[in-house]
């Protein structure tokens, strides 16, 4: 079965670091190669990739930027539509009407975005998965692993 992989800022930041950064860079950046050669869909939410992109930004680190750029060629990129952003809507207030945040109350939550965006893309629910470094947090709203742990 092909899986529609949602990548989260960690694995994000991870695969456009430049090759040879660092041996989680390196593995991260087979990784996504080798998902993309069995026909998994990888998509690039435009949250995480404001997550990453507004670091490079501050830091002035102008190559990723352009690293950031180019992956948008490589995997789907999937923009915020007002669709997501109902849903964003609906998840926060579930898990905060439950007692389950995931973030403080002030927050943008760019969790719950993410989940949300992996929910309206179009994507059958049972084929969505969201990499991460950090799942504990998006897998109570949609299927969220680590990384490394979704295999190709």
């Given at each position: 079965m092909h899986r529609s992989v949602f990548l989260?800022?960690?694995?994000?930041?991870?695969?456009?670091?430049?090759?040879g950064k660092s041996s989680?860079?390196?593995?991260?950046?087979?990784?996504?190669?080798s998902m993309l050669g069995a026909g998994h869909r990888v998509y690039l939410p435009e949250?995480?990739?404001?997550?990453?992109?507004?670091?490079?930004?501050?830091?002035g680190k102008a190559a990723g930027v352009l690293?950031?750029?180019?992956?948008?060629q490589i995997v789907d990129y999937l923009p915020i539509h007002t669709a997501a952003m109902l849903?964003?809507?609906?998840l926060w207030a579930a898990l905060r009407n439950a007692?389950?945040?995931?973030?403080?109350?002030?927050?943008?939550?760019v969790d719950v975005?993410?989940?949300?965006?992996?929910?309206?893309?179009?994507?059958?629910?049972?084929?969505?998965?969201?990499?991460?470094?950090n799942?504990?947090?998006?897998?109570?709203m949609v299927a969220c692993d680590l990384w490394e742990h979704i295999k190709p």
């Open positions: 989260d800022a960690g694995p994000l930041g991870l695969v456009s670091q430049p090759r989680a860079a390196n593995l991260c950046q087979r990784w996504l190669d949250v995480a990739d404001y997550e990453v992109r507004r670091e490079l930004v501050r830091a690293r950031l750029d180019r992956l948008q849903k964003a809507a609906e007692g389950t945040p995931t973030a403080s109350r002030e927050s943008l939550d975005i993410l989940a949300a965006q992996a929910l309206t893309s179009g994507t059958p629910a049972g084929s969505i998965i969201v990499a991460s470094v799942p504990s947090h998006i897998s109570r």
